[in-house]
């Protein structure tokens, strides 16, 4: 396993040291890891998420421009290669997929943690990072690697593994009432229910205002 998530952590000529290596390394343990390793880790691996999600993007319109062109198109012979065509990107797509589901729970752990370090150093009090059990090193490297664990569970576990809960920065442990308002307003735009992106957008930052303007929020 430790040779998998190494590969998993590799950041080309910037290597990222492998994360939980990190976390099982006695001669150092996390405890005393500074927050400048860990964000070096953090942008490391933001990096490289940022570099599968264009790949994403630009796969996506490439099959939008084959799917136009085979409705154009009259030729069998010519169809049928655009269907292969059409195939390989969605296959590579999937791959990339999982590369991304995989990295964005690697970013959201190395992130944690540096917040949990964070913490700790502004309370002036020990670090919570040592109370990590090798077992949970071993549950973490386990839901990073299945497919099935998307970010929103693996982020519940996580965040129960470290006992974040409400004391560590609930507006980056989760997903606020604003930016899911936001989710909700991109919904309607893919359902139809509204139809103009200018609307959206001013449905959307009209209620984000509001929600952080709100006593409550």
């Given at each position: 396993?430790?040779?998998?998530?190494?590969?998993?952590?590799?950041?080309?000529?910037?290597?990222?040291v492998g994360f939980f290596d990190w976390l099982t390394n006695?001669?150092?343990?996390?405890?005393?890891?500074?927050?400048?390793?860990?964000?070096?880790?953090?942008?490391?691996?933001?990096?490289?998420?940022?570099?599968?999600?264009?790949?994403?993007?630009?796969?996506?319109?490439?099959?939008?421009?084959?799917?136009?062109?085979?409705?154009?198109?009259?030729?069998?012979?010519?169809?049928?290669?655009?269907?292969?065509?059409?195939?390989?990107?969605?296959?590579?797509?999937?791959?990339?997929?999982?590369?991304?589901?995989?990295?964005?729970?690697?970013?959201?752990?190395?992130?944690?943690?540096?917040?949990?370090?964070?913490?700790?150093?502004?309370?002036?009090?020990?670090?919570?990072?040592?109370?990590?059990?090798?077992?949970?090193?071993?549950?973490?490297?386990?839901?990073?690697?299945?497919?099935?664990?998307?970010?929103?569970?693996?982020?519940?576990?996580?965040?129960?593994?470290?006992?974040?809960?409400?004391?560590?920065?609930?507006?980056?442990?989760?997903?606020?009432?604003?930016?899911?308002?936001?989710?909700?307003?991109?919904?309607?735009?893919?359902?139809?229910a509204i139809t103009d992106e200018a609307e959206a957008f001013e449905?959307?930052?009209?209620?984000?205002?509001?929600?952080?303007?709100?006593?409550?929020?």
């Amino acid at each position: 396993m430790k040779q998998i998530l190494a590969k998993l952590f590799g950041g080309g000529n910037h290597q990222a040291v492998g994360f939980f290596d990190w976390l099982t390394n006695r001669k150092k343990p996390l405890s005393k890891m500074s927050r400048s390793e860990l964000r070096r880790q953090e942008l490391l691996l933001e990096k490289d998420r940022t570099r599968i999600l264009n790949k994403v993007t630009k796969l996506a319109k490439d099959k939008e421009g084959l799917f136009e062109r085979g409705a154009k198109e009259k030729t069998p012979e010519v169809r049928r290669m655009l269907a292969q065509e059409f195939e390989l990107r969605t296959s590579e797509q999937l791959m990339l997929a999982r590369q991304l589901n995989i990295r964005s729970k690697e970013v959201m752990t190395v992130s944690r943690l540096r917040m949990l370090r964070e913490n700790a150093d502004r309370a002036g009090q020990s670090s919570k990072l040592g109370l990590i059990r090798e077992a949970d090193i071993v549950r973490l490297g386990r839901m990073i690697e299945t497919d099935a664990v998307k970010s929103e569970l693996y982020q519940e576990r996580l965040d129960e593994i470290l006992s974040m809960g409400a004391s560590v920065d609930e507006g980056a442990a989760s997903l606020s009432d604003a930016g899911k308002s936001v989710l909700n307003v991109w919904e309607k735009l893919d359902q139809g229910a509204i139809t103009d992106e200018a609307e959206a957008f001013e449905e959307a930052d009209r209620t984000v205002r509001e929600r952080q303007a709100s006593p409550d929020a």
